[in-house]
T-cell receptor
């Protein structure tokens, strides 16, 4: 039931774009995205709900394909500050089940 | 507004001992969730408490338990510690129940080392 994230790791140069994917085998009600910098606590980025509602930071964009139970996080014109590990958290349609993926390590280099 | 606080920040215990970790949520938040984080395993959900009731529990043995007080502060307890319990334990608070349209705010974590 833990969602699968891909890629596991990615290295970008400043200004490049990246897409991080999150897939579940179960029907989802919501997908949450967080970023964790080394030695720090995870920080909220975005929530996507079944039905299309989204909530999050203006500079972050993401999508939620309800039919495929997949979500993607889009990082455009990457900056050094984007480096960290990105986690998706998924809430099942049945409720009361919330799981985080194993994370995607993103490194932005000058 | 003060963030989520966790105490202690670091802890070293020996196998067989028990440990209690504490979490104070953001004022007004009623949901507290606990996670175990180890390299390669990501964030493993332990349990969620809402209004002093355990609402949800992850796939962890009964040695892991928790509770929430009327002021929403939460504690988690691990009994009969094993080497594999060494991890960063994070708690997160939320305005309402975990999931839906409510984001979580994480504390800095407690680093537990079992020797």
């Amino acid at each position: 039931q833990q969602p699968v994230q891909s890629p596991q790791a990615v290295i970008l140069r400043e200004g490049e774009d990246a897409v991080i994917n999150c897939s579940s085998s179960k029907a989802l009600y919501s997908v949450h995205w967080y970023r964790q910098k080394h030695g720090e606590a995870p920080v909220f980025l975005m929530i996507l709900l079944k039905g299309g509602e989204q909530k999050g930071h203006e500079k972050i964009s993401a999508s939620f394909n309800e039919k495929k139970q997949q979500s993607s996080l889009y990082l455009t014109a990457s900056q050094l500050s984007y480096s960290g590990t990105y986690f998706c958290g998924t809430e099942m349609n049945t409720g009361n089940q919330f799981y985080f993926g194993t994370g995607t390590s993103l490194t932005v280099i000058p | 507004k003060a963030g989520v606080t966790q105490t202690p920040r670091y802890l070293i215990k020996t196998r067989g001992q028990q440990v209690t970790l504490s979490c104070s949520p953001i004022s007004g938040h009623r949901s507290v969730s606990w996670y175990q984080q180890t390299p390669g395993q990501g964030l493993q959900f332990l349990f969620e408490y809402f209004s002093e009731t355990q609402r949800n529990k992850g796939n962890f043995p009964g040695r892991f338990s928790g509770r929430q007080f009327s002021n929403s502060r939460s504690e988690m307890n691990v009994s009969t510690l094993e080497l594999g319990d060494s991890a960063l334990y994070l708690c997160a608070s939320s305005l309402a129940v975990l999931g839906g349209s409510y984001e979580q705010y994480f504390g800095p974590g407690t680093r537990l080392t079992v020797t």
